[in-house]
Protein backbone atom coordinates (compact mmCIF):
# COMPACT_ATOMS: atom_id res chain seq x y z
CA UNK A 1 0.00 0.00 0.00
CA UNK A 2 2.76 2.31 0.50
CA UNK A 3 4.15 2.01 -2.75
CA UNK A 4 1.10 2.85 -4.42
CA UNK A 5 0.99 6.20 -2.14
CA UNK A 6 3.74 7.48 -4.92
CA UNK A 7 1.47 6.15 -7.70
CA UNK A 8 -0.53 8.64 -10.03
CA UNK A 9 -4.79 7.59 -9.47
CA UNK A 10 -7.47 8.26 -11.52
CA UNK A 11 -10.12 7.59 -9.46
CA UNK A 12 -13.51 6.81 -11.78
CA UNK A 13 -16.89 7.04 -9.79
CA UNK A 14 -20.44 6.61 -11.79
CA UNK A 15 -21.99 9.41 -9.28
CA UNK A 16 -20.62 12.95 -8.37
CA UNK A 17 -22.23 13.13 -4.92
CA UNK A 18 -19.01 10.65 -3.65
CA UNK A 19 -16.50 12.46 -5.73
CA UNK A 20 -15.99 14.92 -2.53
CA UNK A 21 -15.84 11.96 -0.14
CA UNK A 22 -13.38 9.91 -2.00
CA UNK A 23 -11.10 13.10 -1.96
CA UNK A 24 -11.40 13.42 0.83
CA UNK A 25 -10.79 10.32 2.05
CA UNK A 26 -7.47 10.31 -0.84
CA UNK A 27 -5.87 13.42 0.87
CA UNK A 28 -6.27 11.65 4.39
CA UNK A 29 -4.28 8.31 3.06
CA UNK A 30 -1.56 10.71 1.93
CA UNK A 31 -2.11 9.82 -2.25
CA UNK A 32 -0.12 13.42 -3.69
CA UNK A 33 -1.42 12.43 -7.17
CA UNK A 34 -4.71 11.70 -8.21
CA UNK A 35 -8.21 13.12 -9.59
CA UNK A 36 -11.28 11.34 -8.79
CA UNK A 37 -14.06 11.38 -11.57
CA UNK A 38 -17.38 10.72 -11.90
CA UNK A 39 -19.22 9.04 -14.84
CA UNK A 40 -22.88 10.36 -13.89
CA UNK A 41 -23.96 6.32 -14.47
CA UNK A 42 -24.36 4.36 -17.51
CA UNK A 43 -22.36 5.99 -20.55
CA UNK A 44 -23.62 3.78 -22.97
CA UNK A 45 -26.81 2.08 -23.93
CA UNK A 46 -29.00 0.27 -26.49
CA UNK A 47 -30.95 2.85 -28.84
CA UNK A 48 -33.66 4.06 -28.91
CA UNK A 49 -34.76 3.98 -31.92
CA UNK A 50 -34.62 0.39 -32.80
CA UNK A 51 -34.19 -3.10 -31.29
CA UNK A 52 -30.83 -3.20 -30.47
CA UNK A 53 -29.12 -5.99 -31.52
CA UNK A 54 -28.92 -8.96 -33.26
CA UNK A 55 -29.45 -12.57 -33.31
CA UNK A 56 -26.92 -15.10 -35.55
CA UNK A 57 -27.05 -18.68 -35.20
CA UNK A 58 -24.21 -18.53 -31.98
CA UNK A 59 -24.26 -14.88 -31.47
CA UNK A 60 -26.31 -12.23 -29.84
CA UNK A 61 -24.46 -8.86 -31.06
CA UNK A 62 -25.59 -5.71 -28.78
CA UNK A 63 -25.66 -2.21 -30.65
CA UNK A 64 -24.50 0.14 -27.52
CA UNK A 65 -24.29 3.73 -28.07
CA UNK A 66 -23.47 7.33 -26.31
CA UNK A 67 -25.98 8.41 -24.02
CA UNK A 68 -26.15 12.11 -24.32
CA UNK A 69 -22.78 13.83 -23.76
CA UNK A 70 -21.14 11.06 -22.33
CA UNK A 71 -18.91 10.76 -25.37
CA UNK A 72 -17.30 14.40 -25.05
CA UNK A 73 -16.68 12.88 -21.13
CA UNK A 74 -15.15 9.91 -22.41
CA UNK A 75 -13.06 11.78 -25.17
CA UNK A 76 -11.81 14.12 -22.31
CA UNK A 77 -11.22 10.97 -20.35
CA UNK A 78 -8.94 9.78 -23.03
CA UNK A 79 -6.42 12.96 -23.45
CA UNK A 80 -5.93 12.63 -19.13
CA UNK A 81 -4.83 8.97 -19.34
CA UNK A 82 -0.81 9.32 -20.05
CA UNK A 83 -0.81 11.47 -16.76
CA UNK A 84 -1.55 8.59 -14.80
CA UNK A 85 -0.33 5.47 -13.50
CA UNK A 86 -3.84 3.53 -12.75
CA UNK A 87 -7.08 4.25 -13.18
CA UNK A 88 -8.99 3.27 -10.43
CA UNK A 89 -12.60 1.70 -11.70
CA UNK A 90 -14.76 2.24 -8.10
CA UNK A 91 -18.27 1.98 -9.72
CA UNK A 92 -20.82 0.84 -7.34
CA UNK A 93 -19.95 -2.64 -6.33
CA UNK A 94 -23.41 -4.35 -8.41
CA UNK A 95 -24.00 -5.26 -11.79
CA UNK A 96 -24.77 -2.54 -13.02
CA UNK A 97 -22.00 -0.78 -11.55
CA UNK A 98 -19.77 -3.39 -12.91
CA UNK A 99 -21.20 -2.55 -16.60
CA UNK A 100 -20.21 0.83 -16.20
CA UNK A 101 -17.01 0.23 -15.54
CA UNK A 102 -16.32 -2.54 -17.99
CA UNK A 103 -18.04 0.17 -20.71
CA UNK A 104 -15.57 2.74 -19.52
CA UNK A 105 -12.90 0.05 -19.52
CA UNK A 106 -13.65 -0.56 -23.35
CA UNK A 107 -13.42 2.69 -24.05
CA UNK A 108 -10.27 4.30 -22.25
CA UNK A 109 -7.84 0.91 -22.84
CA UNK A 110 -5.18 1.52 -25.34
CA UNK A 111 -5.11 4.88 -25.12
CA UNK A 112 -2.96 5.27 -22.22
CA UNK A 113 0.87 4.89 -22.99
CA UNK A 114 1.50 2.83 -19.26
CA UNK A 115 -1.84 2.88 -17.73
CA UNK A 116 -3.07 0.23 -16.02
CA UNK A 117 -6.45 -0.52 -14.89
CA UNK A 118 -7.79 -2.13 -11.77
CA UNK A 119 -11.30 -2.68 -10.24
CA UNK A 120 -12.32 -1.92 -6.41
CA UNK A 121 -14.87 -3.01 -4.53
CA UNK A 122 -15.75 0.16 -2.43
CA UNK A 123 -18.70 -1.27 0.09
CA UNK A 124 -18.55 1.44 2.45
CA UNK A 125 -17.05 4.79 1.40
CA UNK A 126 -14.92 5.74 4.70
CA UNK A 127 -11.51 5.66 5.15
CA UNK A 128 -11.32 1.76 5.92
CA UNK A 129 -13.72 1.28 2.84
CA UNK A 130 -11.44 2.65 0.88
CA UNK A 131 -8.34 1.27 2.71
CA UNK A 132 -10.03 -2.25 1.87
CA UNK A 133 -10.80 -1.68 -1.36
CA UNK A 134 -7.44 -0.59 -2.57
CA UNK A 135 -5.80 -2.98 -0.64
CA UNK A 136 -7.93 -6.18 -2.41
CA UNK A 137 -8.41 -4.25 -5.87
CA UNK A 138 -8.86 -6.93 -8.69
CA UNK A 139 -10.11 -6.84 -12.58
CA UNK A 140 -13.57 -6.49 -14.18
CA UNK A 141 -15.79 -9.76 -13.50
CA UNK A 142 -16.91 -10.47 -17.04
CA UNK A 143 -19.68 -12.92 -15.90
CA UNK A 144 -21.17 -10.57 -13.65
CA UNK A 145 -21.36 -7.94 -16.75
CA UNK A 146 -22.75 -10.69 -18.61
CA UNK A 147 -25.31 -11.01 -16.46
CA UNK A 148 -26.27 -7.31 -16.44
CA UNK A 149 -26.34 -7.82 -20.18
CA UNK A 150 -28.29 -10.74 -20.16
CA UNK A 151 -31.05 -8.63 -18.57
CA UNK A 152 -30.28 -5.46 -20.06
CA UNK A 153 -31.16 -7.73 -23.60
CA UNK A 154 -34.13 -9.67 -22.62
CA UNK A 155 -35.88 -6.98 -21.03
CA UNK A 156 -35.33 -4.68 -24.14
CA UNK A 157 -36.66 -7.68 -26.40
CA UNK A 158 -39.85 -8.07 -24.33
CA UNK A 159 -40.34 -4.43 -23.78
CA UNK A 160 -39.68 -3.26 -27.47
CA UNK A 161 -41.97 -6.36 -28.90
CA UNK A 162 -44.78 -5.82 -26.87
CA UNK A 163 -45.16 -2.45 -25.82
CA UNK A 164 -46.30 -1.14 -29.23
CA UNK A 165 -48.89 -4.11 -30.17
CA UNK A 166 -50.00 -2.25 -26.23
CA UNK A 167 -49.66 1.41 -28.08
CA UNK A 168 -51.69 -0.16 -31.34
CA UNK A 169 -54.65 -1.85 -29.14
CA UNK A 170 -55.25 0.84 -26.47
CA UNK A 171 -54.46 3.86 -29.09
CA UNK A 172 -52.54 5.27 -25.86
CA UNK A 173 -48.78 6.48 -26.84
CA UNK A 174 -46.58 5.54 -23.97
CA UNK A 175 -47.85 2.55 -22.37
CA UNK A 176 -45.62 0.20 -21.29
CA UNK A 177 -44.47 -3.85 -20.67
CA UNK A 178 -42.32 -5.45 -18.58
CA UNK A 179 -41.06 -8.76 -17.48
CA UNK A 180 -40.70 -7.47 -13.88
CA UNK A 181 -43.77 -4.51 -14.13
CA UNK A 182 -46.22 -6.81 -15.88
CA UNK A 183 -45.60 -9.87 -13.32
CA UNK A 184 -46.04 -7.19 -10.51
CA UNK A 185 -48.94 -6.08 -12.19
CA UNK A 186 -50.68 -9.12 -11.92
CA UNK A 187 -50.30 -9.63 -8.56
CA UNK A 188 -51.86 -6.79 -7.97
CA UNK A 189 -54.40 -7.75 -10.25
CA UNK A 190 -55.37 -11.46 -8.44
CA UNK A 191 -55.58 -9.33 -4.84
CA UNK A 192 -57.90 -7.06 -6.45
CA UNK A 193 -59.92 -10.56 -8.08
CA UNK A 194 -59.66 -11.95 -4.81
CA UNK A 195 -61.53 -8.85 -2.87
CA UNK A 196 -63.82 -8.12 -5.70
CA UNK A 197 -64.93 -12.09 -5.34
CA UNK A 198 -65.13 -12.12 -1.40
CA UNK A 199 -68.02 -12.92 0.54
CA UNK A 200 -67.90 -12.18 4.11
CA UNK A 201 -68.69 -14.88 6.27
CA UNK A 202 -70.80 -14.10 9.72
CA UNK A 203 -69.28 -16.80 12.94
CA UNK A 204 -69.93 -15.23 16.97
CA UNK A 205 -67.04 -15.76 19.15
CA UNK A 206 -67.46 -16.54 22.76
CA UNK A 207 -65.37 -14.05 25.18
CA UNK A 208 -65.71 -14.88 29.15
CA UNK A 209 -64.55 -12.40 31.61
CA UNK A 210 -63.32 -13.84 34.65
CA UNK A 211 -61.56 -13.29 37.98
CA UNK A 212 -58.72 -14.89 40.05
CA UNK A 213 -58.29 -12.85 43.27
CA UNK A 214 -58.30 -8.79 43.04
CA UNK A 215 -57.98 -9.53 38.83
CA UNK A 216 -60.74 -9.32 36.54
CA UNK A 217 -59.77 -11.00 32.95
CA UNK A 218 -60.93 -11.91 29.76
CA UNK A 219 -60.39 -14.88 27.55
CA UNK A 220 -62.09 -16.38 24.25
CA UNK A 221 -63.12 -19.91 24.60
CA UNK A 222 -60.96 -22.41 22.56
CA UNK A 223 -61.71 -25.74 20.68
CA UNK A 224 -58.28 -28.33 19.51
CA UNK A 225 -56.00 -25.00 19.59
CA UNK A 226 -58.26 -22.77 17.65
CA UNK A 227 -60.98 -19.74 18.92
CA UNK A 228 -64.46 -21.45 19.24
CA UNK A 229 -66.61 -20.10 16.19
CA UNK A 230 -70.46 -20.93 15.87
CA UNK A 231 -71.48 -20.28 12.16
CA UNK A 232 -75.72 -20.09 12.79
CA UNK A 233 -77.49 -17.92 15.29
CA UNK A 234 -79.28 -20.81 16.45
CA UNK A 235 -76.93 -22.84 17.32
CA UNK A 236 -75.53 -19.68 19.55
CA UNK A 237 -78.63 -19.53 21.09
CA UNK A 238 -78.79 -22.60 22.18
CA UNK A 239 -75.49 -23.16 23.33
CA UNK A 240 -75.85 -19.75 25.11
CA UNK A 241 -78.95 -21.45 27.14
CA UNK A 242 -77.59 -24.81 27.60
CA UNK A 243 -73.56 -23.98 28.18
CA UNK A 244 -73.13 -20.55 28.90
CA UNK A 245 -75.61 -19.68 31.71
CA UNK A 246 -74.76 -22.25 33.31
CA UNK A 247 -70.89 -21.23 33.79
CA UNK A 248 -71.41 -17.80 34.97
CA UNK A 249 -71.08 -17.82 38.83
CA UNK A 250 -69.03 -20.90 38.57
CA UNK A 251 -65.39 -21.79 39.79
CA UNK A 252 -63.45 -23.62 37.60
CA UNK A 253 -59.50 -25.16 38.41
CA UNK A 254 -56.93 -24.08 36.16
CA UNK A 255 -53.49 -24.43 35.30
CA UNK A 256 -50.81 -21.95 35.10
CA UNK A 257 -47.63 -22.83 32.87
CA UNK A 258 -44.54 -20.59 32.85
CA UNK A 259 -42.05 -21.30 30.67
CA UNK A 260 -38.41 -19.14 30.13
CA UNK A 261 -38.24 -18.29 26.26
CA UNK A 262 -36.25 -15.97 24.21
CA UNK A 263 -36.92 -13.61 21.29
CA UNK A 264 -34.44 -13.47 18.81
CA UNK A 265 -33.19 -10.30 17.35
CA UNK A 266 -34.57 -9.56 13.75
CA UNK A 267 -32.02 -9.09 10.70
CA UNK A 268 -29.90 -6.71 10.10
CA UNK A 269 -31.63 -4.79 7.27
CA UNK A 270 -31.37 -5.45 3.37
CA UNK A 271 -32.96 -3.30 0.33
CA UNK A 272 -36.31 -4.87 1.01
CA UNK A 273 -36.69 -4.98 4.59
CA UNK A 274 -35.39 -1.30 4.58
CA UNK A 275 -37.80 -0.33 2.10
CA UNK A 276 -40.54 -2.06 3.52
CA UNK A 277 -39.47 -0.75 7.21
CA UNK A 278 -39.73 2.99 5.82
CA UNK A 279 -42.91 2.34 3.76
CA UNK A 280 -44.10 1.76 7.56
CA UNK A 281 -43.22 5.09 8.69
CA UNK A 282 -45.01 6.78 5.65
CA UNK A 283 -41.66 6.70 4.06
CA UNK A 284 -42.32 6.06 0.36
CA UNK A 285 -39.88 3.90 -1.60
CA UNK A 286 -38.22 6.40 -4.15
CA UNK A 287 -37.72 8.58 -1.40
CA UNK A 288 -35.96 6.18 0.80
CA UNK A 289 -33.41 4.87 -2.06
CA UNK A 290 -32.53 8.45 -2.54
CA UNK A 291 -31.92 8.72 1.13
CA UNK A 292 -30.34 5.68 0.96
CA UNK A 293 -27.99 6.76 -1.36
CA UNK A 294 -26.87 10.01 0.08
CA UNK A 295 -26.50 8.40 3.63
CA UNK A 296 -23.59 5.91 1.86
CA UNK A 297 -22.21 8.89 -0.98
CA UNK A 298 -21.59 10.99 1.88
CA UNK A 299 -22.92 13.60 4.39
CA UNK A 300 -21.16 16.41 5.58
CA UNK A 301 -20.12 15.90 9.63
CA UNK A 302 -18.50 18.33 11.01
CA UNK A 303 -15.67 19.04 8.71
CA UNK A 304 -15.80 16.14 7.20
CA UNK A 305 -17.93 14.24 4.17
CA UNK A 306 -18.45 10.79 4.99
CA UNK A 307 -20.05 7.73 4.00
CA UNK A 308 -22.73 7.00 6.93
CA UNK A 309 -24.06 3.43 5.91
CA UNK A 310 -22.40 0.30 3.69
CA UNK A 311 -24.01 -0.14 -0.08
CA UNK A 312 -27.64 -0.08 0.23
CA UNK A 313 -28.53 -1.93 -2.49
CA UNK A 314 -27.92 -5.75 -1.25
CA UNK A 315 -29.97 -8.76 -0.45
CA UNK A 316 -27.86 -9.48 2.26
CA UNK A 317 -28.02 -10.05 6.11
CA UNK A 318 -24.39 -11.09 6.00
CA UNK A 319 -22.40 -8.66 8.87
CA UNK A 320 -18.50 -8.75 7.77
CA UNK A 321 -15.86 -8.81 10.78
CA UNK A 322 -15.59 -5.30 9.96
CA UNK A 323 -19.24 -4.70 11.03
CA UNK A 324 -19.09 -6.77 13.53
CA UNK A 325 -15.68 -4.77 15.72
CA UNK A 326 -17.17 -1.48 14.52
CA UNK A 327 -20.73 -2.74 16.49
CA UNK A 328 -18.14 -3.82 19.73
CA UNK A 329 -17.00 -0.57 19.82
CA UNK A 330 -20.73 0.64 20.54
CA UNK A 331 -22.09 -2.10 22.53
CA UNK A 332 -20.88 -4.07 25.62
CA UNK A 333 -22.24 -7.46 24.82
CA UNK A 334 -22.30 -8.94 20.82
CA UNK A 335 -23.86 -12.22 19.88
CA UNK A 336 -23.50 -13.82 16.84
CA UNK A 337 -26.82 -15.43 15.76
CA UNK A 338 -27.32 -17.88 13.59
CA UNK A 339 -29.37 -17.19 10.64
CA UNK A 340 -31.51 -19.87 8.51
CA UNK A 341 -32.09 -16.98 6.22
CA UNK A 342 -30.03 -17.90 2.59
CA UNK A 343 -29.13 -14.16 2.13
CA UNK A 344 -26.28 -14.93 5.26
CA UNK A 345 -24.31 -16.43 2.55
CA UNK A 346 -24.62 -13.19 -0.60
CA UNK A 347 -22.00 -12.17 -1.39
CA UNK A 348 -22.33 -8.45 -0.45
CA UNK A 349 -23.00 -7.13 3.41
CA UNK A 350 -26.67 -6.02 5.01
CA UNK A 351 -27.00 -2.20 5.06
CA UNK A 352 -25.29 -1.51 8.68
CA UNK A 353 -23.18 2.23 9.82
CA UNK A 354 -19.67 2.70 9.22
CA UNK A 355 -19.19 5.28 12.22
CA UNK A 356 -19.07 4.85 15.69
CA UNK A 357 -20.22 8.97 15.87
CA UNK A 358 -23.38 8.41 18.61
CA UNK A 359 -27.11 9.64 17.09
CA UNK A 360 -27.22 12.68 18.65
CA UNK A 361 -24.01 13.60 16.70
CA UNK A 362 -25.31 12.40 13.25
CA UNK A 363 -29.01 14.36 14.02
CA UNK A 364 -27.48 17.58 13.69
CA UNK A 365 -26.46 16.86 10.07
CA UNK A 366 -29.40 15.25 8.72
CA UNK A 367 -32.94 16.74 7.77
CA UNK A 368 -36.19 14.94 9.67
CA UNK A 369 -36.62 11.79 6.89
CA UNK A 370 -33.15 11.52 6.77
CA UNK A 371 -32.52 10.83 10.68
CA UNK A 372 -35.25 8.29 10.82
CA UNK A 373 -33.80 6.16 8.18
CA UNK A 374 -30.46 6.40 9.61
CA UNK A 375 -31.42 5.70 13.04
CA UNK A 376 -33.21 2.59 11.66
CA UNK A 377 -30.09 1.15 10.08
CA UNK A 378 -28.44 2.27 13.15
CA UNK A 379 -30.95 0.41 15.63
CA UNK A 380 -31.22 -2.83 13.44
CA UNK A 381 -27.69 -2.99 12.71
CA UNK A 382 -27.24 -3.13 16.38
CA UNK A 383 -30.03 -4.96 17.76
CA UNK A 384 -28.83 -7.78 15.55
CA UNK A 385 -25.96 -7.84 17.18
CA UNK A 386 -27.19 -7.67 20.86
CA UNK A 387 -28.60 -10.28 23.34
CA UNK A 388 -31.81 -12.17 22.85
CA UNK A 389 -34.78 -10.91 24.61
CA UNK A 390 -35.75 -13.41 27.81
CA UNK A 391 -39.25 -13.65 29.37
CA UNK A 392 -41.31 -15.58 30.84
CA UNK A 393 -44.62 -16.73 29.03
CA UNK A 394 -47.32 -17.55 30.88
CA UNK A 395 -50.04 -19.33 30.23
CA UNK A 396 -53.39 -20.18 31.71
CA UNK A 397 -55.77 -23.01 30.83
CA UNK A 398 -59.05 -24.01 32.22
CA UNK A 399 -61.13 -26.83 30.84
CA UNK A 400 -65.10 -26.16 30.56
CA UNK A 401 -65.97 -29.05 29.29
CA UNK A 402 -64.70 -32.14 27.12
CA UNK A 403 -63.66 -30.26 24.35
CA UNK A 404 -63.88 -26.32 25.41
CA UNK A 405 -61.50 -24.42 27.59
CA UNK A 406 -60.47 -20.83 27.87
CA UNK A 407 -56.95 -20.12 27.00
CA UNK A 408 -54.93 -16.97 28.34
CA UNK A 409 -51.42 -15.81 27.89
CA UNK A 410 -49.40 -12.90 29.32
CA UNK A 411 -45.21 -12.68 29.58
CA UNK A 412 -43.11 -11.00 31.76
CA UNK A 413 -39.68 -9.84 30.49
CA UNK A 414 -36.35 -11.35 32.25
CA UNK A 415 -33.84 -9.42 30.05
CA UNK A 416 -34.57 -6.83 28.22
CA UNK A 417 -31.43 -7.47 25.77
CA UNK A 418 -32.17 -6.23 22.13
CA UNK A 419 -35.18 -4.94 23.29
CA UNK A 420 -33.54 -1.71 25.08
CA UNK A 421 -31.89 -0.47 21.56
CA UNK A 422 -35.35 -1.44 19.76
CA UNK A 423 -38.15 -0.87 22.22
CA UNK A 424 -40.76 -0.67 19.87
CA UNK A 425 -40.26 -4.13 19.05
CA UNK A 426 -42.13 -5.36 22.02
CA UNK A 427 -44.95 -3.95 20.80
CA UNK A 428 -45.56 -6.85 18.54
CA UNK A 429 -46.52 -9.30 21.24
CA UNK A 430 -49.76 -8.85 22.71
CA UNK A 431 -49.08 -11.09 25.85
CA UNK A 432 -46.90 -8.54 27.34
CA UNK A 433 -49.92 -6.12 27.01
CA UNK A 434 -51.55 -8.98 29.57
CA UNK A 435 -51.55 -9.39 33.32
CA UNK A 436 -49.13 -11.62 34.62
CA UNK A 437 -50.44 -13.71 37.17
CA UNK A 438 -49.20 -14.57 40.46
CA UNK A 439 -52.08 -16.13 42.06
CA UNK A 440 -52.74 -17.60 45.42
CA UNK A 441 -56.32 -19.07 44.46
CA UNK A 442 -56.06 -22.30 42.83
CA UNK A 443 -59.32 -21.71 40.96
CA UNK A 444 -61.18 -18.72 39.38
CA UNK A 445 -64.82 -17.71 38.78
CA UNK A 446 -66.61 -17.01 35.69
CA UNK A 447 -68.29 -13.89 36.52
CA UNK A 448 -69.72 -12.82 32.62
CA UNK A 449 -69.75 -13.91 29.36
CA UNK A 450 -69.92 -11.41 25.76
CA UNK A 451 -71.25 -13.31 22.54
CA UNK A 452 -68.87 -11.21 19.67
CA UNK A 453 -70.41 -11.15 15.97
CA UNK A 454 -67.54 -11.49 13.25
CA UNK A 455 -67.14 -11.27 9.71
CA UNK A 456 -64.45 -12.95 7.93
CA UNK A 457 -62.20 -9.91 6.37
CA UNK A 458 -61.15 -10.03 2.90
CA UNK A 459 -57.51 -9.91 1.70
CA UNK A 460 -56.46 -6.54 2.19
CA UNK A 461 -54.78 -4.41 -0.58
CA UNK A 462 -51.11 -4.13 -0.97
CA UNK A 463 -49.29 -1.56 0.53
CA UNK A 464 -45.61 -0.34 -0.59
CA UNK A 465 -44.60 -2.72 2.14
CA UNK A 466 -46.13 -5.87 1.44
CA UNK A 467 -45.82 -5.35 -2.26
CA UNK A 468 -42.03 -5.23 -1.92
CA UNK A 469 -42.34 -7.85 0.59
CA UNK A 470 -44.60 -10.06 -2.36
CA UNK A 471 -41.96 -9.37 -4.53
CA UNK A 472 -38.72 -10.70 -3.21
CA UNK A 473 -40.97 -13.62 -1.83
CA UNK A 474 -41.68 -14.80 -5.34
CA UNK A 475 -38.20 -13.86 -6.21
CA UNK A 476 -39.62 -11.09 -9.25
CA UNK A 477 -37.30 -8.23 -9.29
CA UNK A 478 -33.71 -7.04 -7.51
CA UNK A 479 -32.83 -4.92 -4.91
CA UNK A 480 -32.33 -1.89 -7.22
CA UNK A 481 -35.69 -2.25 -9.07
CA UNK A 482 -38.21 -2.64 -6.13
CA UNK A 483 -39.01 0.60 -6.00
CA UNK A 484 -38.43 1.59 -9.43
CA UNK A 485 -41.06 -1.26 -10.91
CA UNK A 486 -43.71 0.73 -8.19
CA UNK A 487 -43.15 3.94 -9.43
CA UNK A 488 -43.84 3.08 -13.56
CA UNK A 489 -46.64 1.10 -12.91
CA UNK A 490 -47.60 4.32 -10.86
CA UNK A 491 -46.28 6.76 -13.95
CA UNK A 492 -48.49 4.42 -16.89
CA UNK A 493 -51.55 4.77 -14.63
CA UNK A 494 -51.70 1.21 -13.84
CA UNK A 495 -51.96 1.35 -10.20
CA UNK A 496 -52.82 4.19 -7.43
CA UNK A 497 -51.81 4.42 -4.22
CA UNK A 498 -54.29 5.57 -1.81
CA UNK A 499 -54.18 5.99 2.04
CA UNK A 500 -50.83 3.51 1.67
CA UNK A 501 -53.25 0.86 -0.23
CA UNK A 502 -52.27 0.07 -3.76
CA UNK A 503 -55.70 0.13 -5.97
CA UNK A 504 -55.66 -1.15 -9.52
CA UNK A 505 -57.15 1.47 -11.83
CA UNK A 506 -59.18 0.69 -15.15
CA UNK A 507 -56.51 0.94 -17.10
CA UNK A 508 -54.25 -1.56 -15.17
CA UNK A 509 -56.85 -3.91 -15.06
CA UNK A 510 -57.24 -4.07 -18.68
CA UNK A 511 -53.70 -3.92 -19.64
CA UNK A 512 -53.34 -7.16 -17.64
CA UNK A 513 -55.93 -8.92 -19.33
CA UNK A 514 -54.57 -8.08 -22.79
CA UNK A 515 -50.93 -8.95 -22.24
CA UNK A 516 -51.52 -12.02 -20.22
CA UNK A 517 -53.93 -13.26 -23.30
CA UNK A 518 -51.55 -12.78 -25.24
CA UNK A 519 -48.20 -13.23 -23.60
CA UNK A 520 -48.74 -15.74 -20.37
CA UNK A 521 -45.45 -17.40 -20.41
CA UNK A 522 -43.38 -14.20 -20.56
CA UNK A 523 -44.89 -12.24 -18.29
CA UNK A 524 -45.88 -14.56 -15.55
CA UNK A 525 -43.91 -14.67 -11.90
CA UNK A 526 -42.80 -18.28 -12.68
CA UNK A 527 -40.89 -16.67 -15.42
CA UNK A 528 -39.65 -13.59 -13.95
CA UNK A 529 -38.31 -15.49 -10.88
CA UNK A 530 -36.62 -18.23 -12.89
CA UNK A 531 -35.04 -15.88 -14.95
CA UNK A 532 -33.56 -14.14 -11.70
CA UNK A 533 -31.91 -17.30 -10.66
CA UNK A 534 -30.85 -17.67 -14.07
CA UNK A 535 -28.95 -14.65 -13.94
CA UNK A 536 -28.01 -15.23 -10.19
CA UNK A 537 -26.12 -18.75 -11.99
CA UNK A 538 -24.63 -16.56 -14.62
CA UNK A 539 -22.76 -14.48 -12.59
CA UNK A 540 -21.47 -16.93 -10.53
CA UNK A 541 -20.37 -19.15 -13.27
CA UNK A 542 -16.92 -19.16 -15.18
CA UNK A 543 -17.52 -16.55 -18.39
CA UNK A 544 -17.37 -18.89 -21.34
CA UNK A 545 -20.41 -21.20 -18.98
CA UNK A 546 -21.66 -17.24 -18.40
CA UNK A 547 -21.89 -16.99 -21.76
CA UNK A 548 -23.45 -20.27 -23.03
CA UNK A 549 -26.66 -19.57 -20.79
CA UNK A 550 -26.79 -16.25 -21.90
CA UNK A 551 -26.69 -16.41 -25.53
CA UNK A 552 -29.24 -19.26 -24.90
CA UNK A 553 -31.62 -17.85 -23.39
CA UNK A 554 -31.63 -14.41 -25.22
CA UNK A 555 -31.95 -16.78 -28.35
CA UNK A 556 -34.87 -18.50 -26.89
CA UNK A 557 -36.83 -15.60 -25.82
CA UNK A 558 -36.61 -13.43 -29.33
CA UNK A 559 -37.92 -16.64 -30.91
CA UNK A 560 -40.72 -16.31 -28.85
CA UNK A 561 -41.54 -12.75 -30.08
CA UNK A 562 -40.94 -13.26 -33.59
Known sequence: MNNFLNQKLLFILESPSKVKTISGILKKMNFKDFKVFATMGHIKDLPKNNLGLKIEEDTVTPFFVFLPNKKKMIERLKKMLNNYNYVILATDPDREGEAISYHVYNELRGFGTSVSFRRAFINEVTYDGVLRGLANLGDINY????????RRLIDRIIGYKISPVLWRNFKLKGLSAGRVQTSTLKIIFDRELEIEQFKPQRYYLIKLKFKIGDKILEAFIHRQNELYKLFDLNEVKKFELEFLKNLVNSRRNFKLINNERFIVPPDPLKTSTLQQEAAKMGIGNSEVMKIAQKLYEGVNVGDEKI????????????????????????????????????????????????????????????????????????????????????????????????????????????????????????????????????????????????????????????????????????????????????????????????????????????????????????????????????????????????????????????????
Open 143 to 150: SMVESQLT
Open 307 to 562: GLITYHRTDSIRISDYGINLARKIIKDVVIHPRKNKAVFDAHEAIRITTTKPLSIIKNYLNNNEFRIYELIYRRFLASLSPACRYVHQQLYSQLSEELYISYQSGRIIDKGFIKILPDFVEKFKIFKNDFLEPKNQYLEIIDYEIEEEFTKPPARYTLSSIIKKMEEVGIGRPSTYASTIEILKKRKYIEVRKGSIYITDLGKRVVLFLFDKYSELLNVDFTSNLEELLDSIESSDYEMAKKMSFSKIKEIYGMLK
